[in-house]
């Protein structure tokens, strides 16, 4: 988009001009490198003094009557995904079959007529690509893969053998969905490998980051549910069952058989071990460690995974506990107590001796 007036982007948004409506706006900016014909979102009060004077605003009400000009909405973040759009660059969309991919004869549920097959990708037998589906290169879908409409894989994705997507899912370059889950049983002559015979479905309108891994379930499958949106570097074991409009942030991993019910926010480094379930709504603080089912519209953090008030507090004493270990001596000596701690220490026989 070469550019836009502010009175035409309001009415596109139905939002409020303040100021100059025949302003020109190229694009959208950040408080830190704002300009005069980028609009920059604020929702917090504090980022208008970064965003400068001169720079068109999106904000509260109450964000103009210092005169500034922009965009009024009493939702400013709601706002930005909209408004977004509008500057977002908009690529080719071809149609059909590189020269270079591979495509099986055999794979004979694909609408050519409104599917892209990119280069280097690879399509084996009994594979369905329904209308709309893209994908950008160097793509494996393998033996009796589905993929709903309007899905998008990006770059160097692996889809193995009968994994069935959903419709408008984005797949980012690098993740890979059924491979073999991790499962094996130690014998008196090694360990025996356990075949994984089920599968990987994903619903409709899931986004899985880049270099994600899903495995395959054991018995019956591994499930994604609607909606629900996966950061990059996400293991998910299997058999695990997550539901609808979830949010699993980056580095998560999820142990075989767990359950995360719809709703649940799963932080960064968050570790949850198998076979437990999550209630709906919960949320997971960042690096915490679900040992054990948590329950509906909790919020936990720390290791293993508490209330977050509990964790907190449990947090702040320990960083007194140099504190409180020489009160405690100070106290033993004062009721003379010899100080177990001293004994096996052996303070004597140094200051920097380790209780």
């Known amino acids: 988009m070469n550019g836009i007036t502010l009175a035409e982007l309001g009415k596109k948004l139905g939002l409020?001009?303040?100021?100059?409506?025949?302003?020109?706006?190229?694009?959208?900016?950040?408080?830190?490198?704002?300009?005069?014909?980028?609009?920059?979102?604020?929702?917090d009060a504090k980022n208008l003094k970064s965003a400068g004077f001169d720079v068109?605003?999106?904000?509260?009400?109450?964000?103009?009557?210092?005169?500034?000009?922009?965009?009024?909405?009493?939702?400013?973040?709601?706002?930005?995904?909209?408004?977004?759009g509008f500057f977002a660059p908009v690529y080719p969309k071809p149609t059909g079959v590189h020269p270079s991919a591979v495509v099986s004869v055999?794979?004979?549920?694909?609408?050519?007529?409104?599917?892209?097959?990119?280069?280097?990708?690879?399509?084996?037998?009994?594979?369905?690509?329904?209308?709309?589906?893209?994908?950008?290169?160097n793509v494996y879908v393998g033996y009796d893969v589905r993929l709903g409409s309007g899905t998008v894989v990006e770059p160097n994705v692996t889809l193995m053998a009968g994994i069935r997507v959903g419709s408008n899912c984005l797949l980012h370059a690098g993740c890979v969905l059924g491979c073999d889950g991790f499962g094996f049983?130690?014998?008196?002559?090694?360990?025996?490998k356990i075949p994984q015979i089920g599968s990987v479905v994903v619903g409709d309108n899931v986004e899985i980051g880049a270099c994600s891994t899903?495995?395959?379930?054991?018995?019956?499958?591994?499930?994604?549910?609607?909606?629900?949106?996966?950061?990059?570097?996400?293991?998910?074991?299997?058999?695990?069952?997550?539901?609808?409009?979830?949010?699993?942030?980056?580095?998560?991993?999820?142990?075989?058989?767990?359950?995360?019910?719809?709703?649940?926010?799963i932080s960064v480094q968050v570790g949850i071990t198998d076979h437990v379930r999550i209630g709906k709504g919960?949320?997971?603080?960042?690096?915490?460690g679900a040992t054990n089912d948590i329950p509906a519209g909790a919020v936990v953090s720390g290791f293993p995974a508490r209330a977050h008030n509990d964790a907190k507090r449990a947090q702040i004493l320990s960083t007194r506990l140099?504190?409180?270990?020489?009160?405690?001596?100070?106290?033993?000596?004062?009721?003379?107590?010899k100080?177990?701690?001293?004994?096996?220490?052996g303070e004597k026989t140094g200051k920097n001796a380790i209780p």
């Open 339 to 345: 100080s177990s701690h001293e004994d096996q220490a």
């Open 56 to 84: 068109p605003i999106v904000g509260k009400p109450k964000f103009f009557e210092d005169g500034r000009s922009g965009l009024s909405s009493n939702d400013p973040k709601g706002t930005l995904p909209e408004l977004l």
């Open 214 to 265: 899903i495995d395959r379930g054991t018995i019956g499958d591994t499930v994604i549910g609607d909606g629900t949106k996966i950061d990059n570097h996400v293991q998910i074991g299997h058999n695990v069952r997550v539901g609808k409009h979830c949010i699993i942030c980056a580095m998560a991993g999820i142990a075989g058989s767990s359950v995360v019910e719809d709703g649940v926010t």
């Open 106 to 137: 055999a794979a004979e549920g694909i609408a050519e007529d409104d599917v892209w097959i990119g280069p280097l990708c690879v399509i084996e037998p009994g594979a369905v690509l329904e209308p709309g589906v893209r994908l950008m290169g």
């Open 322 to 337: 140099p504190e409180l270990y020489e009160r405690l001596k100070r106290l033993e000596r004062s009721i003379g107590l």
């Open 16 to 43: 409020e001009v303040i100021g100059d409506g025949s302003r020109v706006i190229t694009g959208v900016t950040s408080p830190e490198d704002g300009r005069p014909d980028a609009l920059c979102v604020v929702w």
């Open 282 to 288: 919960a949320i997971l603080a960042g690096r915490s």
């Open 185 to 192: 049983l130690p014998s008196e002559t090694g360990i025996v």
